[in-house]
């Protein structure tokens, strides 16, 4: 009940704040509110984990302004991070994703689960349906086994829960810029001082 009360609140606050720009002033941001250290040394160039969930309704709500960043900004690399969050039923949506990549479909399988699970209200939940969903796509249902079954695959879900446990994440969306600052997007409100955090902490002019 608890999880289901954090995600409801996150899409409240996704609605009511975060794509409210036109309303926000911009503000000097606050160390230990806005934002928290998490690493003494950055980056050397502009770059941020986004940890998400393909089930997580504010995420959703947040991919117009992910993708309106990478159209005004493209000198930051954005790295698309899935996670659980501890919810069994989540895990799908990690391999749902690295799939996409490996498969070389993520331009077409990344915006197309997002619409399937939030507003279609169809949930992937077995491989079966994973399958059925790629092949839907053009990907050959062999290609789709074997990369199922990959070591590239099982490396790459490894490698993204390590950086939950990392970066020590608990709600989704968050950011983490320069694998040095993570987020506060509650803190913070809007996606416009969101959009601001992340130009000045990765020193972006």
Not at 88 to 97: F, N
Not at 115 to 127: A, C, F, L, S, Y
Not at 147 to 157: H, T, Y
Request: one cysteine or more; glycine letters at 4%; a positive charge.
């Amino acid at each position: 009940m608890k999880s289901k009360f954090i995600a409801a609140m996150l899409i409240v606050l996704s609605l009511l704040g975060f794509n409210s720009q036109s309303h926000a002033a911009e503000r000097a941001l606050v160390e230990g509110s806005d934002y928290e250290i998490v690493s003494p040394k950055g980056t050397k160039s502009p770059e941020v984990y986004e940890f998400f969930s393909y089930a997580c309704g504010a995420c959703y709500s947040m991919e117009s302004f992910v993708t309106q960043f990478k159209k005004d900004n493209a000198d930051t690399k954005i790295i698309p991070v899935p996670t659980d969050l501890g919810h069994q039923q989540w895990q799908i949506y990690i391999k749902a994703y690295y799939l996409g990549e490996l498969l070389g479909v993520l331009d077409q399988s990344h915006a197309k689960i997002f619409h399937r699970v939030n507003i279609e209200k169809k949930h992937i939940i077995k491989d079966k349906d994973l399958k059925e969903f790629f092949v839907g796509l053009g990907v050959d249902p062999a290609k789709f086994d074997a990369a199922n079954k990959s070591f590239s695959l099982n490396a790459k879900i490894r490698k993204a829960k390590q950086l939950v446990k990392t970066y020590r994440i608990s709600a989704t969306p968050t950011f983490v810029v320069n694998q040095q600052y993570k987020l506060d997007n509650r803190a913070l409100g809007t996606t416009e001082m969101i959009n601001i955090a992340i130009k000045e902490l990765s020193q972006i002019k």
